[in-house]
């Protein structure tokens, strides 16, 4: 243990001066505890400016451009280097501080020869290992060099060096941590800012999903037409924003009203359609929109149910053919004046009938492929005949496709019992499609959804 020299109030002359001699490891202590106070009080105000940077900045280059600058300060050395990597480890930028404008030329050399277009060869730990080659043999022998890598999720996406040109400058680990943090800071703005970029580009893609539910809310038939013997009632439930559901209603014969806009006839018959494309979201809703408009076309022929199958499939197989997707569609056309329901199916879940008289469940079913499997596909066609009291239900997979939290689905089976059951209450047709809908959401969780689309259309004959 050292003890400082007591010193009398009066002394010699002689004693005063070895008194003067004696306080100079003092003053040399105090004055070195001082010097270190400053450091420390500078490292930590030029920390917490890089902290108040980083939560504020709205400029990742112009961040990253203070990084040398401060890793420079912070360690009181002449020069820093930050070189910077994209995910895919090719080279992104650099940032660099140096006192000397010779070396600043010189070091400005290593960012210009790294290949920016592509990744470099090598391993990325070996590539590394030949930029801290190029920066040692820049700075020289003497220069006291430190190298510490930028992670990003365990990922390298830079590597910061600081580097002094005094020979005799040493690398203590209090020197390393202060460099490592500033490192760190450097990491957490990179991150930042590609999460901030995820986030807008998350957000482009929800207005751009908003815009497309809005477009195909539109297109499917705002309210049921009015076509004489028949109750509708018809809905759709999406599992996303944008679905691959599709029903329709369209009159076979139109005129044109003193507005210019198309009106059905009075007693044409009404074409009524419901069609699922595999998948879901914007791309087959995409497909369903193009399906929607090649049918509409298809109708206005007058062509009977099979052959407006047939010439849909051959119009809309080339643009299907490399998409691997397919739409199943039921496609009938109900005759106000017969009461006959004449269809023909492409793979689609057959409706069920009701009739009334009989008290009896039977499904209406063709033969027919998918849309789009085949470009010279075959359907066949049948018709009935409907009575008052009778129902037809159409429907979607996602409503026997529906499970609940242990995974059982909703199947044919347990929609047919729903069905008859509706049926012999006789429920009208919006009831009827309310109380289909209520049994599949208590099947599958009041508070859970449904994870594919479902779309019902009700025809009760009157």
Not at 79 to 86: A, E, H, I, K, V
Not at 239 to 246: E, F, K, L, N, P
Request: proline share 5%; charged share 25%.
């Amino acid at each position: 243990m050292t003890t400082l020299p007591y010193f009398q109030p009066a002394a010699s002359p002689a004693s005063a001066g070895e008194g003067s001699a004696s306080l100079s490891p003092v003053i040399a202590l105090k004055d070195l505890v001082a010097r270190l106070d400053r450091e420390q009080r500078k490292a930590q105000e030029l920390l917490a400016s890089l902290g108040f940077a980083l939560r504020s900045f709205t400029n990742l280059g112009q961040f990253l451009e203070l990084i040398p600058l401060i890793a420079s300060r912070v360690t009181d050395t002449e020069g820093s280097l930050l070189l910077t990597f994209r995910p895919d480890g090719r080279f992104w930028q650099a940032q660099l501080h140096c006192t000397d404008p010779r070396l600043a030329e010189t070091l400005n050399r290593i960012p210009a020869s790294l290949p920016v277009g592509t990744a470099p060869s090598g391993s990325p730990t070996e590539a590394i290992a030949e930029i801290d080659r190029q920066v040692q043999r820049c700075l020289g022998r003497n220069a006291q060099l430190f190298a510490t890598a930028v992670l990003v999720r365990n990922q390298a996406r830079g590597r910061l060096y600081v580097f002094s040109l005094d020979g005799q400058y040493s690398w203590n680990e209090s020197r390393q941590k202060l460099v490592r943090l500033v490192a760190d800071q450097t990491a957490v703005a990179i991150e930042n800012d590609a999460l901030t970029t995820e986030l807008r580009q998350k957000e482009r893609l929800d207005r751009e999903l908003e815009i497309g539910a809005e477009i195909q809310l539109q297109l499917l038939p705002s309210q049921c037409p009015a076509i004489e013997g028949l109750e509708i009632a018809a809905a759709c439930r999406t599992a996303s924003r944008v679905g691959g559901d599709y029903y329709d209603f369209i009159p076979t014969r139109t005129h044109s009203d003193e507005q210019g806009r198309l009106q059905p006839d009075a007693g044409s018959p009404w074409a009524i359609a419901i069609g699922d494309i595999m998948g879901k979201g914007v791309p087959a809703g995409l497909i369903m929109t193009m399906l929607r408009g090649m049918l509409r076309a298809e109708v206005l022929n007058r062509h009977r149910p099979s052959r407006v199958l047939a010439h849909l499939n051959q119009v809309i197989y080339a643009d299907l053919e490399h998409s691997n997707r397919f739409a199943t569609l039921f496609y009938s056309e109900y005759d106000p004046s017969s009461r006959l329901l004449t269809f023909s199916n492409a793979a689609h879940n057959p409706p069920l009938l009701w009739q009334q008289a009989t008290g009896t469940l039977k499904r209406l079913d063709t033969f027919g492929m998918m849309i789009g499997l085949e470009a010279d596909n075959a359907y066949a066609e049948q018709h009935v005949q409907l009575q008052p009291g009778d129902v037809v239900l159409y429907y979607t997979d996602g409503l026997t496709d529906a499970a609940d939290p242990r995974g059982n689905r909703f199947d044919e089976e347990n929609v047919a019992i729903a069905f008859r059951e509706a049926c012999r209450r006789r429920l009208s047709a919006e009831a009827l499609l309310a109380d289909l809908f209520n049994r599949v959401q208590r099947f599958i969780g009041p508070d859970r959804h449904n994870e594919d689309d479902m779309t019902l259309v009700v025809l009760r004959a009157v």
